[in-house]
């Protein structure tokens, strides 16, 4: 087994709680193991801190998982943490399409499991949990009897970890369809197609937060994807336009909208900056405009990059909203900080010549629990925001 020292000092962090051990944090390794096998993490002074899947090849060289000396990376250790992490999500009542675990904040780093009804989706972004990914089938079926398992592996991030995309059923059999309850509302899911695992479940308390202020409203949704908000608010609202710049998702909208017996929502295929413009020009308002926007900034050096692209999308939309309407506006990269964000909100507020207040200040889903201890895993902002002339 690798045995891994930390330089002097560098330990803090990792005592606090946070999983990951750098690599230009170590100041030696020590043993032969294959890559992806477990090591023991020491600070300088040999004070044994952790254990956690090693990878040569990555800037996170280890990340922690095991507090225990004497315990090990048993199946009965995934059993009790899979279903400890279901358990949370059962008893807060979360239906039966959430995000069954949660990397890190559920003490499985890399490993994401989302449930869609009987089919469970696995995404593994590290060597590590790669290699462990039989047991983790096996414990799923055994604790839970899903229909299918499908590994939906294929982000970016895994070439950092010197893996290829992994994608594929890896238990049962997958239907074309699978179709979801989310507040109320009916939902067929594209598992193979659609967006990370298929669906955005961090928004599911979000979406539903917004039906109270979008009751007999006209609703603009920008990068409405498959329609999440557009169907939650429709339920409320008296027309809802969704744009996006995918085909494919909005006929994924328009199927869903008919599925539910919706005919107040309207859809149009554009790119969302050129859309707000063009409406400013027409002259159209809102009463409500959502802001769901990917992920402007995936690293730090972006960031710069992004608060110009928050601020200028968060100023064409405050242009185009009723006096005293509402803005409904997101960021999920946690790059961009809590405070950063609300700076960027207040300067697109002066730049618009509007007056902003905050109704609600809300982040993820309760089924992606922020760890205190782990700032990247509190990644999504959501304000509700009163928008007014000066």
């Known amino acids: 087994m690798y045995k891994v020292y930390l330089k002097r000092g560098e330990e803090r962090r990792i005592k606090k709680g946070h999983p990951w051990v ?52 048993t199946e009965q250790l995934f059993s009790e943490r899979l279903i400890r992490a279901n358990a949370l999500r059962e008893n807060i009542g979360l239906g039966e399409a959430y995000r069954l675990c949660f990397s890190e904040s559920d003490g499985l780093p ?71 309850s989310e507040n109320g509302i009916k939902l067929d899911i594209d598992i193979v197609n659609g967006q990370k695992t298929g669906y955005y479940l961090d928004q599911k308390e979000n979406r539903l937060a ?39 998702a909005l006929d994924e909208l328009t199927s869903n909208a008919a599925l539910n017996g919706f005919n107040n929502i309207e859809t149009e295929c554009a790119d969302v900056f050129e859309y707000l413009r063009s409406a400013k020009k027409r002259g159209e308002k809102y009463d409500l405009i959502v802001l769901d926007p990917p992920a402007f900034c995936k690293s730090a050096a972006e960031v710069p990059g992004a608060v110009k692209g928050y601020r200028d999308i968060n100023i064409a939309a405050m242009k185009l909203l009723t006096d005293g309407g ?65």
């Open 110 to 180: 890399s490993l994401i499991v989302d449930r869609y009804g009987d089919v469970y989706v696995v995404e593994i972004l590290s060597l590590g949990m790669r290699l462990k990914q039989d047991i983790i089938v096996s414990c799923l079926v055994k604790a839970f009897h899903p229909k299918c398992i499908y590994s939906r592996s294929d982000a970016p991030v895994l070439k950092k970890e010197g893996l290829e995309p992994l994608v594929g059923v890896l238990y049962g059999e997958l239907p074309e369809r699978v179709r979801i």
């Open 22 to 73: 750098y690599a230009n944090e170590v100041q030696t390794v020590e043993g032969k193991a294959p890559n992806g096998s477990l090591a023991e993490v020491y600070d300088s002074g040999g004070n044994f801190l952790g254990k956690g899947y090693i990878n040569r090849l990555s800037k996170i060289l280890v990340r922690l998982f095991i507090y225990n000396r004497e315990e090990e990376d």
């Open 326 to 390: 509402i803005l409904a506006t997101a960021s999920c990269s946690h790059y961009m900080g809590i405070a950063l964000f609300e700076k960027t909100l207040s300067e697109a507020a002066a730049g618009a010549g509007k007056r902003i207040r905050i109704l609600e200040r809300r982040m993820q889903s309760p089924d992606h629990p922020a760890d205190l201890a782990i700032p990247e895993s509190e990644y999504l902002k959501f304000y509700i925001l009163s928008v007014d002339r000066r």
């Open 210 to 248: 917004l039906r109270r202020y979008a009751k007999g409203k006209t609703v603009l949704d920008c990068f409405c994807n498959v329609g999440g908000f557009s169907l939650n608010t429709a339920m409320t609202a008296s027309r809802v336009k969704a744009v996006d710049i995918s085909q494919t």
